[in-house]
T-cell receptor, first 115, second 114 residues
Framework: AQKITQTQPGMFVQEKEAVTLDCTYD???????LFWYKQPSSGEMIFLIY??????QNATEGRYSLNFQKARKSANLVISASQLGDSAMYFC????????????FGTGTRLQVFP | SAVISQKPSRDICQRGTSLTIQCQVD?????MFWYRQQPGQSLTLIAT?????????ESGFVIDKFPISRPNLTFSTLTVSNMSPEDSSIYLC???????????FGPGTRLTVT
């Protein structure tokens, strides 16, 4: 069964607008962590934001925020005030604490920001 | 964050040959991971490399094809052996630090096998 699902293969957003990238997950482990990474065309994986399953508040990092809805098992990334440099692939990933330390990745969403 | 370097950054290799990729971290870490990203795909874990023990391989990956060394707490190598065009991928080294959110990636090695 797929553990991380990103249903949007591609998204477009106009510069300065906000955009939401969807991510749903599946786990029976009560302790887990959710990550978002950005991958520009250069190939590097840039860490954006993290949400722990026991965190009471939604994570925020600058223009990035994570809309964590535990009951729905969703962890959507919100990018506010999009910039042209935000154009990249975005991957959602999960680590199940009690199983292993490995990250399981979704299939990614390609975001394109246009002027 | 962690400063992670990988060598080479890219290479073009002939089928049947082997390539060793190096990963260097700026500080000691217990856990290092090697991921593969095939063209247009997501990341897949190849193996976990802990210092002082054998690497743990994921289903579908074997030591003969992807031997890994972890001689100390700041360095690891991944070898892609007897390469075929299907091995053309980005190979990424990743490290885990103490905090739950601290998982970082190296810049990747872009491998093309002809």
């Amino acid at each position: 069964a797929q553990k991380i699902t990103q249903t949007q293969p591609g998204m477009f957003v106009q510069e300065k607008e906000a955009v939401t990238l969807d991510c749903t997950y599946d786990t029976s482990d009560p302790s887990y962590g959710l990550f978002w990474y950005k991958q520009p065309s250069s190939g590097e994986m840039i860490f954006l934001i993290y949400q722990g399953s026991y965190d009471q508040q939604n994570a925020t990092e600058g223009r990035y925020s994570l809309n964590f809805q535990k009951a729905r098992k969703s962890a959507n990334l919100v990018i506010s005030a999009s910039q042209l440099g935000d154009s990249a692939m975005y991957f959602c990933a999960m680590r199940e604490r009690e199983r292993s330390d490995k990250l399981i990745f979704g299939t990614g969403t390609r975001l394109q920001v246009f002027p | 964050s962690a400063v992670i370097s990988q060598k080479p950054s890219r290479d073009i290799c002939q089928r049947g040959t082997s390539l060793t990729i190096q990963c260097q971290v700026d500080s000691q870490v217990t856990m290092m991971f090697w991921y593969r990203q095939q063209p247009g795909q997501s990341l897949t874990l190849i193996a976990t490399a802990n210092q002082g023990s054998e690497a743990t391989y994921e289903s579908g990956f074997v030591i003969d094809k992807f031997p890994i060394s972890r001689p100390n707490l700041t360095f690891s190598t991944l070898t892609v052996s007897n390469m075929s065009p299907e091995d053309s991928s980005i190979y990424l080294c990743s490290v885990r630090r103490e905090g739950p959110s601290e998982q970082y990636f190296g810049p990747g090695t872009r491998l093309t096998v002809t």
